[in-house]
């Protein structure tokens, strides 16, 4: 079931919140022996994704606060970089707001050193452990994740020998002449209290929360009311410290996405600093209380109206315990006329039990050994259905065509949740009023071949695919299953050159997102695109169901898959020698 832990959580949480008041740890002065450090994720300067807690299995976790161009910092890393073992890790934080990602990459190669460094580009994470000054260095113990050494690098080691052996850490505080991170709102801290609810929260809520929030969505509590806000106001922060919430995974350095549900590096400060401050009520209207919106029951009903066709998929009885195999349903498409198909939704019966749904539609084999099956050749798909997917229309001036005597497939999957039920899920379908300038296509990367040793933390392997024809890249989809950990699609161009066209550091496979380009991408034909994916099948990655085992590809969720889609359409030769020409732009060509 999607967020079940998270429900669960927090209806503890709001219970407990409701009765007592709002406590935070703010420390007045930085960190110091026995202060707990609170979990975070943040994205290091090579774009890898890093979670404080996930080094539980670690017999010590070290911090330094990094800035560029300090002496300070400069003379510690080496210092650190000697620490850096298998059973100890070592993290540099960077809440710099002069510094970017190229310089920081920059300083770390000229120094020689693969430390990661933390991009904290909110504060949010170094305000909250008060790192005041480049160089300061805490050596954690992650058995309770609190504070044993405070000091300057040079004191590190014997505090890490220390923790490592079980004795007791002395001389845990040292004194460090680092340099001075500037942090704009720590100073304004006492005005925090004065962030409106009414003007800045709840109208940020609306906006990028209550779609899902809200009663019937898929968020498992609804924002209706201040009330309800504050009281799950400790876990938001907690979820935005944790990048878990809002559900987007695809690292900002690369490419921009029209489909984009990060809050802002502002929004984030504002929502924390609100919460910080003890969530305060203020003066103002509850605009949650008031927001009145008429949510349709489908996704792309918001902008396209109602379907132009429904069609009931076969209803499935649903155990409650055991395997269910992949299911396939087949529907004769209704139609006595081909339609050109501007979009397609799949409405889910049964959100906690359908796992994912593939649709395809074609013709049938009518006789021999694979009667009853649909032909490989000709055909095409329509709506597929996994967690966190939002209808969209295909892009301007594209279309599938669906011929009349189709019939429709549907791969359904199934996951038992404890109670049986029946799922009678539904595709909707949005048909264009005259027939598109250009069909849309696909491509799929796949490797069956994969294995992912046991206990692995970090294994990846890749599939590539060759575009043969110039073509207009519209979206991007990376797939895999529980052991997921990260993903990404590059770009080998004729020419030599390479780009990261998608790069997800933090694969949730409760939020399977199409990445949809804000602009569509020429492909120049010969262009070969390299699929990767990386998974955890350790006992650290708290979704995997046995870390023991050599993981095959596999239909089920406890086996993986490497897999890839993307959406675009190939140019005519006459549209290919336009844009080479710089005659055409890809909006015309749309």
């Not at 023991?548 to 969720?557: I, K, N």
Request: glycine share 8%; hydrophobic share 40%.
């Amino acid at each position: 079931m999607i967020h079940s832990s998270y429900t669960i959580a927090g209806a503890v949480v709001l219970a407990a919140l409701l009765t007592v008041s709002m406590t935070l740890p703010m420390p007045a002065a930085a960190l110091t022996p026995q202060d707990r450090v609170e979990n975070f994720r943040l994205l290091d300067h090579k774009g890898a994704s890093h979670e404080l807690y996930y080094y539980s299995d670690m017999q010590a976790v070290v911090i330094m606060a990094q800035a560029n161009a300090c002496e300070t910092v400069q003379t510690a890393v080496p210092l650190l970089e000697a620490l850096a073992a298998d059973d100890v890790q070592v993290l540099l934080l960077n809440s710099s707001l002069a510094d970017n990602r190229s310089a920081i990459s920059a300083e770390l190669e000229a120094l020689d050193s693969a430390l990661p460094v933390l991009l904290d580009d909110t504060q949010i994470i170094g305000e909250s452990m008060d790192l005041s000054r480049a160089g300061e260095v805490f050596v954690l113990d992650p058995k309770t994740w609190s504070v044993v050494y405070a000091g300057h690098a040079a004191g590190a080691g014997n505090a890490v020998e220390s923790l490592v052996a079980g004795a007791e850490v002395e001389d845990a505080v040292g004194v460090v002449e680092g340099c001075a991170v500037d942090y704009p709102h720590q100073s304004e801290r006492a005005q925090h209290a004065d962030i409106s609810y009414a003007d800045e929260i709840a109208p940020m809520l609306a906006d990028n929360c209550v779609a899902c929030h809200r009663e019937g969505g898929i968020g498992p509590w609804a924002m209706n009311d201040y009330n309800m806000v504050r009281g799950f106001s400790l876990m938001i922060r907690e979820v935005v410290r944790t990048q878990r919430m809002p559900p987007w995974h695809a690292d900002p350095a690369y490419g921009h996405f029209s489909n984009d549900r990060s809050l802002s590096a502002d929004q984030v400060q504002t929502l924390v600093h609100w919460i910080e401050a003890g969530a305060p009520r203020g003066e103002g209207s509850d605009p949650l209380a008031d927001y009145e919106h008429d949510w349709p029951l489908w996704d792309g009903a918001r902008e396209m109206g109602p379907p132009d066709l429904v069609i009931n998929i076969p209803a499935a009885e649903i155990p409650a315990t055991g395997v269910v195999d992949y299911l396939y349903q087949h529907v004769e498409n209704p139609l006595d006329e081909d339609v050109w198909v501007k979009a397609s939704e799949i409405l889910p019966g049964d959100r906690a039990v359908l796992h994912h749904v593939i649709t395809r539609f074609g013709e049938m084999h009518t006789e021999g050994p694979r009667k009853g099956r649909m032909k490989r050749e000709g055909g095409g798909g329509l709506a597929g259905y996994v967690p966190g997917y939002v209808t969209r229309p295909l892009p301007d001036g594209t279309g599938t065509l669906l011929p009349a005597n189709a019939t429709i497939q549907f791969q359904m999957h199934y996951t038992t949740n404890g109670r049986s039920t029946v799922d009678e899920s539904k595709m909707g379908i949005w048909f264009h009023k005259e027939p598109p300038e250009n069909e849309i296509s696909g491509l799929v990367w796949i490797n069956p071949r994969i294995r992912i040793p046991a206990h692995s933390k970090n294994h990846s392997e890749s599939a590539t695919l060759t575009v043969r024809q110039d073509a207009v890249l519209y979206n991007l989809l990376p797939h895999a299953h529980f052991r997921g950990k990260a993903s990404n699609f590059v770009a080998l161009y004729p020419d030599g050159s390479e780009e990261m066209l998608l790069s997800v550091p933090n694969y949730d496979f409760n939020w399977q997102t199409t990445y949809i380009l804000a602009e569509p991408k020429f492909i120049p034909a010969g262009t070969k695109i390299v699929h990767t994916t990386w998974w955890d099948n350790s006992g650290q990655n708290p979704a995997n169901p046995d870390p023991s085992r050599e993981v095959p590809w596999g239909q089920q969720s406890w086996d993986e898959m490497l897999f890839g889609a993307a959406s675009l359409r190939y140019l005519s030769e006459a549209e290919s020698a336009a844009y080479r020409a710089g005659e055409l732009e890809l909006a015309e060509a749309d």
